[in-house]
């Protein structure tokens, strides 16, 4: 067995190099201006992360339609010009010789009712959420998921193009393509839909005109659901299956993750996991049970996101070989330096906030506000409640929403 360690480099099937194993994660940042293009704070904190010590850096979602985000604040790459911000963000970014991957995104039927009443799905079936949050969407045609296929593809094509180094299709989380591969979601009966092979069919060709427009040595990545941890939903079975299909197609990275919105698993741990976790790695890494089973079913390297904290833990994963890169997300908002921290052996590991705030509901408001916090030149709030959190987070974003909503109207 190769003793590997987070130190190590590694050079993914494109021939890309990639100078460490960890990789921040994907993190939705709401940091874009009324047009929703990448701005200032964008290149401060994508440089502070880059100065971290990270190899990769994932950005958050960026969307290919500007007509279903995942919140007000989402970049969208469409018609809205914004190439030189996108270079800058690129530049910061890469600095350090890290590697900049443009997570992109649709939010289908997951789209908030603030941004559009009507979101659009593979089927038009309700998310098992308050009709509050999200409103019933309708069925896309035939027609209009080729669509998806061509912006997916016309986003990746501005990726290489403004300088960022990769690029990874957001098929986890119970957004648009995850909810094609999900037989609750998805009950088409045309070739979208029945069968997992037509199921992932979006999936696969958009990866597929993606590597037709960025070339053979272009880095393309996959963020795939474990298991949407729903009865009758898409299955690790499934997941299985796909990840040996995304081989087919060539993909180089593929970011191992689980739930939705419905089963937020990405948030809170796999639940469904319990009964393979067996080490004490599965039982830091709350998705390390799930990819041990992918890496037999696939060569595809393999990045592991949620719940790594300790270096012990990292590397032991790595020299297992279940996991290739290893993913940290909300350490990353406060401590930017987390991952240099580790590689220096100045810390044993990344603080986990998310035990700290009170009350725990509050968490998500905590970490996206300290991220904002970053990015606005400010030193994080490590003292914020989670009750502050909430509120704060709440009024930043109905501040962003009307913005958004100001430009639409003029």
């Not at 069919?201 to 070339?215: F, H």
Request: hydrophobic share 40%; aromatic share 6%.
């Amino acid at each position: 067995m190769m003793t590997l360690d987070i130190s190590s480099p590694m050079t993914l099937p494109c021939g890309v190099r990639v100078k460490n194993r960890i990789a921040k994660a994907p993190m939705t940042e709401g940091l874009a201006d009324p047009m929703n293009r990448a701005t200032k704070r964008h290149v401060t904190l994508y440089r502070k992360w880059a100065d971290g010590g990270a190899g990769i850096l994932v950005t958050g979602n960026v969307q290919v339609d500007r007509r279903y985000l995942e919140r007000p604040g989402n970049v969208v790459i469409d018609d809205n010009g914004g190439l030189d911000e996108l270079r800058a963000f690129a530049a910061a970014g890469t600095t350090n010789n890290t590697l900049l991957f443009m997570q992109i995104g649709h939010a289908g039927r997951q789209t908030p009712r603030r941004v559009n009443p009507r979101p659009v799905a593979p089927s038009e079936i309700s998310l098992a959420l308050p009709d509050a949050a999200f409103g019933r969407p309708r069925a896309l045609t035939a027609e209009e998921v080729e669509d998806v296929i061509r912006r997916f593809t016309h986003v990746a094509t501005v990726a290489k193009k403004t300088g960022f180094s990769g690029v990874q299709v957001h098929g986890a989380h119970g957004y648009l393509i995850s909810e094609f591969l999900s037989p609750l979601a998805n009950q088409r009966t045309d070739k979208w839909g029945g069968s997992l092979e037509n199921r992932a069919r979006l999936l696969r060709e958009t990866v597929r005109s993606i590597r037709a427009a960025v070339g053979p040595e272009y880095p393309i990545s996959v963020k795939l659901n474990s298991s949407d941890f729903q009865k009758g939903g898409f299955s690790h079975e499934d997941c299985l299956q796909v990840v040996k299909w995304l081989e087919e197609d060539t993909v180089d990275l593929l970011e191992i993750s689980g739930g939705n919105y419905e089963n937020p698993a990405m948030m809170i741990g796999a639940r469904g996991a319990d009964e393979i976790r067996s080490t004490t790695v599965a039982r830091e890494a709350y998705f390390m049970g799930y990819a041990r089973s992918i890496r037999a079913a696939t060569n595809i390297p393999l990045m592991v996101t949620g719940g790594f904290r300790t270096r012990a833990t990292m590397d032991a994963a790595l020299t297992e070989g279940d996991v290739d890169i290893i993913g940290i997300g909300r350490p990353l908002c406060v401590d930017t330096d987390a991952p240099q921290q580790l590689l220096s052996g100045k810390a044993e590991g990344a603080i986990a906030y998310e035990q700290q705030i009170k009350p725990s509901k509050g968490a998500l408001g905590w970490f996206c506000l300290n991220l904002i916090r970053i990015a606005d030149g400010l030193a994080p709030d490590r003292e914020m409640t989670g009750d502050l959190a909430i509120a704060a987070y709440l009024a930043n974003e109905e501040e962003t929403a009307a913005a958004l909503e100001g430009r639409r109207l003029e």
